[in-house]
């Protein structure tokens, strides 16, 4: 665990209130409530089809939730005079399955949005696309194509590619599980040092592993709402709910 102090100390950076998502007659979402603290890491487990993915994609608006809010710095994300861009760029998001452009370099892949959304000039993006893969540990591919790279090292080019617009809180939605064990440790500790770096991040995971040493919360959920949460130590090893009990008991 991270960041116990900073998070119980800090102030709210994304708070959801009551948010709802329904797909024609499925209720997805059924009420979610938290607040998530700057620098905070929040793990969110669950069962397949239980709404995780739902839940991050309202989260950044890849998803219009049906009813509720979702408050960035206080700011309700979906009034009308926020736009979309700006959203993304705040909450950005890394996905299971990558979304490298292989035509382009992985140094242009980490340029394309901060020179498209008018952020940067090509030489300032360059070098900030140079500093973020130090930072991952890729400082010599940056030249290469997408496809010369490895899955771990593709989703950590994925990973300085979101971190390229300076975003407040990063989104994780099984960043891993396309990948061997191998791979995936790798960009589980890519993860862990924007953790100790102060990034506030909500991952899904399937990880427990991971989540019990890096997450300061987890947030159990199931049937669409939070069934239980707490610090790792309380949601992992001592859960107080049958059905958490119960998904722990078939993935652990
Ligand atoms: P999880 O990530 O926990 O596996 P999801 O959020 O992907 O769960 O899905 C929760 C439920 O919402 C599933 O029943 C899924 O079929 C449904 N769902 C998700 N996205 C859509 C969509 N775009 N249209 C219709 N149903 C969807
Ligand atoms: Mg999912």
Known sequence: MIQTDAASTSRTILEVRD??????????????????????????????GSGKSTFL???????????????????????????????RQAIGMVFQHLFLFPNLTVAENIMLAPVELKRMTR?????????????????????????????????RVAIARALALEPQVMLFDEATSALDPAM???????????????????????????????SDRVLFLAGGVIVEEGTPAQVLERPVQARTRDFLSKVL
């Open 19 to 48: 948010l709802r998502k329904n797909f024609g007659d499925e209720q997805v979402l059924r009420g979610i409530d938290t607040r998530v603290a700057e620098g905070e890491v929040v793990c969110v487990i669950g069962p397949s």
């Open 184 to 214: 995936a440790g790798e960009v589980l500790d890519t993860v862990k040092e924007l953790a100790h770096q102060g990034m506030t991040m909500i991952l899904v995971t399937h990880e427990m592993g991971f989540a019990r040493e890096v």
């Open 57 to 87: 994609r309202c989260l950044n608006r890849l998803e219009v939730p049906t009813s509720g809010q979702v408050l960035l710095d206080g700011r309700d994300i979906g009034a009308a005079n926020v736009d979309l861009p700006t959203i």
């Open 123 to 155: 030489d300032e993006a360059r070098r900030t696309a140079e500093d973020l893969l130090v930072r991952v540990h890729l400082a010599d591919k940056a030249d290469h194509r997408p496809a010369d790279l490895s899955g771990g090292q593709q989703q």
